[in-house]
């Protein structure tokens, strides 16, 4: 199950349409939802290649087609408990902008559940932690079928000094 966007839509409309969609997905039996056009693709899980001294939220790299990508595990990033990987684990791989500089990263969650639709007037802002930069990624909370569905900005899903961070490691396996 591989989904690739190479191209944005030419028409106004279109990119609009994507503009509302979101990939969900599991951890820890709460829904998440990624905004479709940050998504590049979807991959089963297969192993990783680990790298010496990376954080521990980082699994590995993943060589996918010459690029040398980070794998992050999501669960471990968010601090939620730990689950051996099974059938339904997959990883998502996303292309993050932050500061004019583009990174390609994977993360691994539970499962991947559907596409959704989702109207502004539907998302609500996250509770306030106080400022807490922990939960700068969550977007907005969804409520979509009788169920809220949180929406993460991956843009902020790790810090820009993070991201050197994983270009680092990344590098180091070329």
């Not at 990624?34 to 979807?42: A, C, F, K, M, N």
């Not at 521990?56 to 993943?62: D, F, M, T």
Request: negative net charge; aromatic residues 6%.
């Amino acid at each position: 199950m591989a989904t690739t966007h190479t191209a944005a839509p030419e028409k106004t409309g279109m990119a609009a349409h994507l503009n509302n969609q979101f990939l969900t997905f599991f951890l820890a039996g709460e829904e998440y939802g990624v905004g479709i056009l940050d998504v590049q693709e979807v991959k089963a899980w297969e192993g990783v290649t680990q790298i010496p001294n990376a954080p521990v939220h980082v699994k590995g790299v993943l060589d996918l087609r010459g690029t040398i990508v980070p794998i992050v595990d999501l669960r471990t990033r968010f601090g939620l408990p730990t689950q051996e990987y099974g059938i339904t684990t997959v990883i998502i791989v996303l292309k993050l902008e932050q500061a004019g500089d583009t990174q390609v990263i994977g993360v691994v969650v539970d499962a991947v559940s559907d596409v959704m639709d989702v109207t502004e007037n539907q998302i609500k802002d996250p509770p306030d932690f106080t400022g807490d930069s922990k939960t700068l990624f969550i977007k907005g909370l969804a409520s979509l079928n009788n169920k809220l569905v949180i929406l993460l900005n991956t843009d902020k899903l790790l810090s820009h000094g993070e991201l050197g961070d994983l270009k680092a490691h990344a590098g180091s396996k070329h």
